[in-house]
């Protein structure tokens, strides 16, 4: 069995309530969006414009809100893991998703066969466990209520823990 849920490096609030009931449930995650909306292909960078072709001229305010400032660190970090690995921007991102509990498929928008090879080649290779490490510490955001106890307070930590622990907080 398994659901459809929005998950991406800029978007991971399923790992609140979600991927902790399909852990315990035994569900496959089906992720839509998983390049977060477009925001992921490596076009949108800081202190640039999008290109004139983007959808996301047109679609930006449907789809699930990004604070810039974070969209950018996500990209600056996939670009310094693109360098190291010669693989492009989006492959990093679904590669990340890919490795995640639960994540049994992604769902992938591509606009032509060109996007399609480039989003196919996100398998068949692993990012190392510092390059994982790097994304998420990028990609983690402060807790909302309740869950900020768990990284605040060890006392519920021990109560229930986590499934992901706060870059830079032991297990």
């Not at 990004?66 to 921007?89: P, Q, S």
């Not at 196919?120 to 466990?129: D, E, F, K, N, R």
Request: charged letters at 20%.
């Amino acid at each position: 069995m398994a659901h459809q849920v929005y998950y991406s490096l800029v978007g991971r609030d399923y790992e609140w309530e979600l991927m902790p009931l399909a852990l315990d449930q035994g569900l496959g995650a089906i992720v839509w969006s998983p390049l977060g909306w477009g925001r992921l292909t490596g076009k949108v960078r800081r202190g640039t414009p999008l290109p004139p072709g983007s959808r996301l001229h047109r679609t930006a305010g449907h789809g699930p809100p990004v604070c810039d400032e974070h969209l950018y660190d996500v990209v600056d970090a996939l670009d310094e893991i693109a360098e190291e690995t010669g693989r492009a921007v989006p492959q990093i991102a679904l590669n990340w998703l890919l490795r995640r509990p639960t994540v049994s498929s992604v769902l992938i928008g591509a606009r032509d066969e060109r996007q399609l090879r480039q989003n196919l080649g996100a398998v068949g290779w692993s990012l190392t466990p510092e390059q994982v490490a790097k994304l998420d510490a990028a990609s983690h955001r402060p807790a909302p209520y309740p869950y900020f106890f768990y990284e605040r307070q060890e006392g519920f930590a021990r109560l229930n823990p986590p499934v992901f622990t706060a870059p830079g907080r032991a297990a």
